[in-house]
C-alpha cells in the first residue's frame, strides 16, 4: 500500500469514535480490497469497535466486534486491512505495545492522537518491528 | 464429521493462501490436530507450548467463544463454522 486513501466522511467517522471514547483510547477496523493478496489502501469501510480493555492507555478490539468484521468484509469480498486506535496522552506514534502487538505485517495502523486538542492522524505499518509511515490521501 | 475452519488474512501464508479449509474432527481439539497436521507452520500461532488455546488468538464455534464453552474440548456438530481471529491490540 502506498498510501492509505479515506473520504473524507471516513475520517471523521474514525475521529469522531476517538473523541467519543475519551477518557480511553478508542479503536475501529478498517475494510478495504486487496490486488493479489495485499491491501490497495482504498478503505470500502471503517467500523468502530469497543476497546475491550475500557482503559485511557491500551486498547483490545472486542473479540466479538471482530469477529462481527470478518464476516462483513466476507460478505462484500473484502477483508479487514487495518486496525486504527487513539492516543490520548502521546503523539501519533506507534508505542512499543503497539509494535510489539502488530497482527499483520500487510496491515495499516492509522493512530489518532488527542494530546494536543486537535486530533492529528498519522498511519502506519508495522512489517517485523519496524514502523514505516503511511501516507493518509483523503479522497472524494 | 465435516466443519469449516475460516482464517484470517495473516494466517493464509501457512495454509496455501486459503481463507476457509474443510477439516474432520468432533471437537475444537481434534480440528486443530488434524489442521497443524495439514499445515504445520500454524502450529505456533494457534497452540501454546503446553498445547492449550494461544493467548493472542480467540476462536469462535458460530458464535460463541470457546473460552467461554468448553476451550479445546468443545465439541462440533456437523456444518459448524469456526472462526479463528488474532487478537488485536496495543496502546501507548
Known sequence: ?140 | MAVAVKLPTVLRSHADGQASVSVEGATIGDVFADLVGRFPGLRANLLADDGGLHKFVNVYVNDDDIRYLDQLETKLADGDEITILPAVAGGA
Request: charged share 20%.
Open chain 1, 1 to 140: 500500500m502506498n498510501a492509505l486513501r479515506l473520504t473524507a466522511e471516513q475520517h471523521r467517522v474514525i475521529v469522531g469514535h476517538c473523541l467519543d471514547g475519551l477518557p480511553d483510547e478508542a479503536c475501529g477496523l478498517l475494510l478495504g480490497p486487496l490486488e493479489f493478496g495485499v491491501p490497495t489502501g482504498l478503505v470500502s469501510t471503517v467500523r468502530p469497535c469497543r476497546n475491550a480493555d475500557a482503559s485511557a492507555r491500551t486498547y483490545t478490539v472486542e473479540p466479538r466486534d471482530m469477529l462481527q468484521a470478518m464476516r462483513a468484509a466476507e460478505a462484500s469480498g473484502t477483508e479487514i486491512i487495518g486496525v486504527w486506535h487513539s492516543h490520548t496522552h502521546t503523539t501519533a506514534y506507534p508505542s512499543e505495545t503497539d509494535v510489539r502487538q502488530a497482527v499483520d505485517p500487510q496491515w495499516c495502523y492509522p493512530i489518532v492522537s488527542l494530546r494536543d486538542g486537535d486530533a492529528v492522524m498519522r498511519a502506519y505499518r508495522i512489517v517485523d518491528g519496524e514502523i514505516h509511515e503511511v501516507p493518509i490521501d483523503l479522497v472524494r
